[in-house]
């Protein structure tokens, strides 16, 4: 069963703080995972990518995957409020069927 | 570069009328092309994908369906509008080998009075 569980927030912090956003998934035979960022009225923006396992770090954003948990995270750093978007999570068994996506978490950078 | 163009941005269509909504990708060849659906509180819903010229796969029973006529050229109808058919429609193209990096466009809202 293709399932991806993400609260949907919303998520407020002030600005600067170490935000923390979080997916769990349920099939063990995806091997991709993404993190998108959509602002309102937008189509979603990729903004981290990960096969397998492991962390990857681009500027203020680190994605972590824990296959053996099922569990996929997205850290940001010294926060902005340009920051303050959706954001979806999403994996992949890689094949061209499409993402399976979280609902989204709704994250509020206060200045 | 490659850009994706979706419209129209905004439409407002009766119970039971038509719909046609196009999508185009420029600067790439044979991308895998996909239709979403975005509903307030649901998330992205998979409706159809294709992985070339006249091949469409259906994720969800509906009214709807997808064609693509043209190599680059993506296509989402509806003959009769539903009130449950109302939602935020994005198109989407990936390259092949590439599938779980989607592009989306700037999608539709469609509201169906």
């Known amino acids: 069963q293709k399932e991806v569980e993400q609260d949907p927030g919303p998520l407020s912090v002030p600005e600067g703080a170490i935000v923390s956003l979080n997916c769990t998934y349920s099939?063990?035979?995806?091997?991709?995972f993404m993190w998108y960022r959509q602002y309102s009225r937008k189509g979603p923006e990729l903004l981290m990518y990960t096969y397998s396992s492991g962390n990857k770090e681009d500027g203020r954003f680190t994605a972590q995957v824990d296959k053996s948990s099922k569990y996929i995270s997205l850290f940001i750093r010294d926060s902005q409020p340009s920051d303050s978007a959706t954001y979806l999570c999403?994996?992949?068994?890689?094949?061209?069927?499409?993402?399976?996506f979280g609902k989204g978490t709704h994250l509020i950078i206060q200045p | 570069s490659q850009t994706i163009h979706q419209w129209p941005a905004t439409l407002v269509q009766p119970v039971g009328s038509p719909l046609s909504l196009e999508c185009t990708v420029e600067g790439t060849s044979n991308p895998n092309l996909y239709w979403y659906r975005q509903a307030a509180g649901r998330g992205l819903q998979l409706l159809f994908y294709?992985?070339?010229?006249?091949?469409i796969s259906s994720e969800v029973p509906q009214n709807l369906s997808a064609s693509r006529p043209q190599d680059r050229q993506f296509i989402l109808s509806s003959k009769k509008l539903l009130l449950s058919d109302s939602g935020f429609y994005l198109c989407a193209w990936s390259r092949g080998g590439e599938n779980e990096k989607l592009f989306f466009g700037s999608g539709t809202q469609l509201s169906v009075l």
């Open positions: 294709s992985v070339g010229i006249g091949q």
């Open positions: 999403a994996v992949s068994g890689g094949g061209a069927d499409g993402l399976t």
């Open positions: 099939n063990s035979a995806f091997q991709y």
